[in-house]
């Protein structure tokens, strides 16, 4: 899976050697990230990207449902835990938590301040090294 600018997302099925492109998004997005929601274990894709734009997917990526992130920042990073929850970090600093699949996001306060300045790859690393601690990437 990838994402990028005018909303473009692909999905590949074969370790890239060809890609399928899905329905774009309006926006330009930074983040995919994909979870297991629900006692079933389905699988749900969430995206993120600019103006405070999250959405998820229940069928593949080919329709979307927008959740209102109540934040203006833009979403610079997603991390799914095998507990169903999702984190999504974002620049001017907001962190977001999501306990029902993307439904709906409630603000978290910041687990560390930046002495300079909230930069971005401060908040996206936060999202990153637990995936680096686990050895999920």
């Not at 600018?5 to 492109?21: F, H, P």
């Not at 926006?27 to 629900?38: D, H, P």
């Not at 439904?103 to 930046?114: I, S």
């Amino acid at each position: 899976w990838a994402v990028g600018v005018g909303g473009t997302i692909v999905a590949t099925a074969d370790g890239g050697q060809s890609w399928q492109t899905l329905p774009s998004l309006p926006v330009t997005l930074y983040a995919l990230v994909m979870a297991k929601a629900g006692p079933d274990g389905s699988e749900v894709l969430h995206v993120a990207g600019v103006a405070g734009v999250v959405a998820h997917s229940v069928d593949g990526g080919q329709s979307w449902r927008f959740t209102d992130s109540k934040a203006g920042s833009s979403r610079l990073g997603l991390w799914a835990g095998a507990d169903g929850r999702v984190w999504c970090a974002g620049y001017p600093p907001a962190l977001l938590l999501s306990t029902d699949g993307g439904v709906t996001w409630a603000a978290q306060p910041a687990p560390l301040r930046y002495a300079r300045y909230p930069a971005p790859w401060y908040w996206v690393g936060l999202l990153l090294l637990p995936a680096m601690a686990c050895s999920c990437l």
